[in-house]
């Protein structure tokens, strides 16, 4: 299996502020040509910082609930 290269994001949903990274697959460039990607539901981050207090080693996160995403 090929890995794709990783981008630091802050994921800002209704609930919480997450900092994770993200894998952005060989064939895709952007972070936004994932989310874009209508089969896919969610996203995933790993070594995630949630609201700057409690870490977690990998979260998934439902697209419809995203408000903003950033790139670091």
Do not use: C, H, W
């Not at 936004?32 to 996203?43: C, K, M």
């Amino acid at each position: 299996m090929t890995e794709g290269r990783k981008a630091r994001i802050r994921v800002r949903t209704v609930n919480a502020t997450y900092v994770g990274d993200f894998v952005i697959p060989p064939m895709r460039n952007r972070v936004s040509d994932v989310l874009n990607e209508e089969q896919r539901l969610f996203i995933s981050l790993t070594d995630v910082v949630i609201d700057n207090a409690e870490r977690a080693e990998f979260v998934s996160i439902n697209k419809n609930l995203i408000e903003s995403i950033t790139q670091l």
